[in-house]
């Protein structure tokens, strides 16, 4: 049997360009892209990733985690007539094939490619996973350099960001955030909320936009545009703000929340235990969660 190894590659994406994480047919996906990649690089047939957390069309990455097993050999052979170590020499191969696939826009970044420690997986052995949610709300924040990650609501007024910070504490823990996900047949929709809160920064790049953090130790889907629907109801007045926690109580999907778009929200992190415990971990998220659903749709 061909001995094969595992590599952990970290990888930042544009979403706009892209019908989601997941590969479809006649459809442009981050999968599809980054696995044709591979295979052009390593002159496989094939090369099959599993990511830590699935997004859907329009949702960005800057901290997204996948590995691919690839046959020893193959991934020795990655630097050709150079002198780079094969890890580096892939990495560097993946980002040119990728940009001339694009056109030269880049829209997907291979930031590195690493040896995977023994028991890693990188969607079972997480952690906890971080999103950023990031809205406009006032035509002087609406910068369209920046339009592809942040979305621009188009009511008028601006949000009450203390009264969504205050709902969005209400939530945190773990529970079952049925009332938030779209469930799948098989799979559990309990999950712990780790953080999740809303500010408006005063500097940096995010200065005046109303900005959400959100972790968990996984998500369900289309648990945080949810998340981020039921705030907005709060912050633009319509609800108050124990209604999120009450619909969380409730423990049943409901039509009250609108999902928000997926243009604002942003997977910046992906977390994983110490070394020795990456086995462990992902025995553990298989045995209990059955088939998680990692990203946040």
Not at 59 to 71: F, I, S
Not at 169 to 179: C, S, V
Request: glycine residues 10%; neutral net charge; hydrophobic residues 45%.
């Amino acid at each position: 049997m061909e001995k094969t190894a595992r590599v952990m590659l970290r990888i930042a994406y544009n979403g706009a360009g892209f019908a989601g994480w997941a590969t479809q047919p006649g459809l442009r996906t981050v999968q599809g892209e980054l696995e044709a990649a591979l295979a052009t690089v390593l002159r496989l047939d094939s090369a099959r990733l599993t990511v830590a957390g699935r997004t859907d069309a329009g949702v960005h990455a800057r901290g997204q985690v996948a590995h691919v097993d690839v046959p020893v050999e193959t991934l020795a052979a990655a630097p050709g007539r150079s002198d780079r170590p094969p890890l580096v020499a892939l990495r560097h191969r993946l980002n040119a094939v990728l940009q001339r696939a694009s056109g030269g826009q880049a829209d997907v970044v291979v930031a590195d490619v690493a040896a995977a420690p023994p028991g890693f997986d990188a969607r079972f052995s997480a952690s906890w996973r971080r999103y950023t949610y990031r809205i406009s709300d006032h035509d002087s924040t609406r910068d369209p350099l920046r339009g592809d990650v942040t979305w621009v609501r188009a009511r008028s007024g601006e949000l009450d960001v203390a009264a969504m910070d205050a709902a969005a504490r209400l939530l945190l823990g773990e529970h079952d955030f049925l009332a938030y996900c779209k469930p799948r047949e098989g799979a559990t929709t309990i999950r712990t909320l780790l953080d999740f809160g809303w500010q408006r920064p005063t500097e940096g790049a995010d200065a005046g936009l109303v900005v959400a953090g959100v972790r968990a130790d996984a998500f369900c889907h289309s648990m945080v545009r949810s998340l981020v629907g039921a705030s907005l109801a709060v912050g633009e007045g319509r609800r108050p703000i124990e209604w999120p926690a009450q619909l969380l109580a409730d423990a049943q999907r409901t039509s009250h929340i609108t999902v928000a778009p997926a243009q604002g929200l942003t997977l910046e992190e992906v977390a994983y235990p110490a070394d020795h415990l990456l086995a462990e971990r992902a025995e553990q998220a298989r045995a209990t969660r059955g088939e998680v659903w990692g990203g946040a749709r």
